[in-house]
């Protein structure tokens, strides 16, 4: 396997400007397995200059079927490098084999579903009356700057890139610190697939450094970007310097889950749905469930069903078979995480399963053991900010509209959920809840063809479907005179 990876810029491999490498470390081991280029002010420059190139160039002659055509061909390529990219995910992002490739699908969806798109994007005719002709151009952005959090890389790579390149834009992507070298991977895919040179830059790099310079440039018009409240702000500072449109800001999230099944008999999907939120991506999503609102009658049932699956899942390296969940991304993280485990034992919340660092894993690797606190309230931090790793917080509610303004009263509002057989409880409560995206009875639709995003802190603009396509484009309109005199 390669262990040396480079930047892509104006279709070249080549070493950051002033050749500094820095490792990649696997969360598992806490060992460098490869290393890669890092990129500087000089180079971010550099990618934006062939950014703005390629659109007058050969990119800019292709037809929007040929466009789209290109996108099905790479998610083809994804498909048939499945294991590839799967196995150097694992091993950067510590994600089990089945989480990596689930994810490695994703990414050739979404480029699948823009693909299509990208022939069908039409502008439009305005009667304004006899003798005069209004038409309605819809045209690309120019060049979009995509900049990207590390926990599910390959899927938001392809959500923004996707559509920015099926509406004709042209994309420069600055990864993660901690998750780069599939991003490049994925990017060398494009490139055999044919993608003209700076059609698509990838630049790993100090994220402050280089999103600064990105955001502020004022050859940049579009920039979509996903991570953190904090450098959400920061970014939306920058882009006030030119006005630059943002099409998309996708922040975090702490959503909630309304249990209000009919009886004790209806408890599996949940207990299976708050299992899952730990389990999957070790915690580590924007939409993960990690409040849980349970009507006080299936309370103590819930949590009777709850803990022993808790237990029984496998924290462990993803070179492991059957393993559930794998370590956290990072040190960092994973000390952030354990802090947010200590404060809820501080704040008096009562530990059903886990709380610590789970046994028979070593003493190397980022792993956390599957947390739920229980008797918790909307004032305790670990209920109110967003903790990110296997950890959820439940709390017994004596009506559907408690558990209703419990869930709205969070400054996030991405995603949620409700438990329940009554078809009027799931249409009304959905309508209640201050989000950008429900789901009734299970956790699915987070994109794809649908629209995902938040209100509130967790964002704004949305990723996947049609309407996602139309913000990665800008309107012109054409007036003209018919006939003289
Ligand atoms: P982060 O904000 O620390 O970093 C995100 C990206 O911003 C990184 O590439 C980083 O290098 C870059 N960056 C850092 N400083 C910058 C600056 N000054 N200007 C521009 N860019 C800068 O977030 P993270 O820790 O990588 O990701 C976790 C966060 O992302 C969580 O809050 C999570 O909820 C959120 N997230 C949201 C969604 C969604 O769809 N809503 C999806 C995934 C992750």
């Not at 040396?4 to 806490?30: H, M």
């Not at 299509?116 to 151009?137: E, S």
């Not at 698509?200 to 004022?218: A, M, Q, R």
């Not at 959920?417 to 299970?442: P, Q, R, Y």
Request: glycine fraction near 12%; charge should be negative; charged fraction near 20%.
């Amino acid at each position: 396997m390669n262990t040396s990876y480079q930047l892509f810029i104006d279709g070249v491999w080549r070493e950051g400007s002033d050749g500094k490498r820095v490792p990649v470390i696997n969360p598992a081991t806490e060992e460098a397995f490869a290393e890669v280029s890092w990129g500087t002010v000089d180079d971010a420059n550099l990618a934006v200059e062939s950014s703005q190139k390629a659109l007058s160039g050969q990119w800019g002659t292709w037809s929007p079927t040929r466009r789209g055509r290109f996108l099905l061909s790479v998610a083809a390529a994804i498909r048939r490098n499945t294991a590839e990219l799967s196995a150097l995910f694992s091993k950067e992002h510590g994600k089990p084999p089945h989480q990596a490739s689930s994810e490695v699908e994703d990414a050739a969806r979404y480029l699948e579903y823009f693909g299509g798109w990208a022939n069908k994007l039409t502008g439009m005719t305005i009667d304004l009356g006899q003798g005069q002709l209004d038409y309605v151009l819809r045209e690309p952005l120019g060049v979009t700057v995509h900049i990207a959090p590390w926990n599910y890389p390959l899927d938001i790579f392809c959500r923004s890139v996707g559509p920015a390149l099926a509406a004709g834009n042209t994309c420069v992507v600055k990864p993660s610190r901690e998750i780069s070298v599939v991003t490049l991977a994925l990017a060398r895919l494009f490139q055999e697939e044919g993608i003209p040179a700076g059609v698509l830059n990838v630049i790993p790099g100090p994220g402050t450094v280089l999103g600064k310079v990105l955001t502020e440039d004022p050859r940049v018009r579009g920039i979509i970007f996903t991570g953190s409240v904090a450098t959400g702000r920061t970014v939306l500072q920058s882009a006030a310097l030119n006005i630059t449109p943002v099409v998309s800001m996708e922040l975090g999230g702490k959503a909630p889950s309304l249990v209000f099944v009919k009886d004790e008999s209806e408890l599996d999907g949940p207990v299976g749905g708050a299992v899952g939120a730990m389990a999957w991506n070790a915690g580590q999503s924007c939409g993960q469930r990690a409040r849980w609102y349970v009507r006080r009658d299936l309370y103590e049932p819930f949590l009777e069903r709850l803990a022993p699956r808790v237990r029984n899942l496998k924290p462990g390296p993803a070179t492991q078979p059957g393993v559930d969940l794998g370590p956290l991304v990072s040190k960092k993280h994973y000390d952030n995480v354990m802090n947010y485990i200590r404060l809820g034992i501080e704040e008096g919340a009562r530990l059903i399963a886990g709380g610590g660092r789970p046994e028979g894993v070593g003493e190397k690797g980022y792993f956390v053991a599957p947390t739920v606190f229980a008797d918790c309230h909307n004032g305790m931090r670990i209920v109110r900010e967003e903790i990110f790793g296997p950890v959820i917080t439940v709390i017994p509610v004596d009506s559907i509209d408690e558990a209703v303004a419990l869930a709205n009263d969070n400054s996030f509002g991405l995603s949620s959920e409700i438990w329940t057989s009554d078809l009027t409880t799931a249409h009304l409560v959905a309508s209640k809840l201050d989000v950008g995206h429900v789901t009734i009875n299970g956790s699915a639709a987070f994109g794809f063809e649908v629209p995902f995003g938040g209100v509130k802190l967790s964002g704004l603009g949305r990723e996947g479907g049609p309407e996602a396509i139309l913000a990665y484009t800008r309107l012109k309109n054409v007036w003209v005179k018919l006939g003289h005199g």
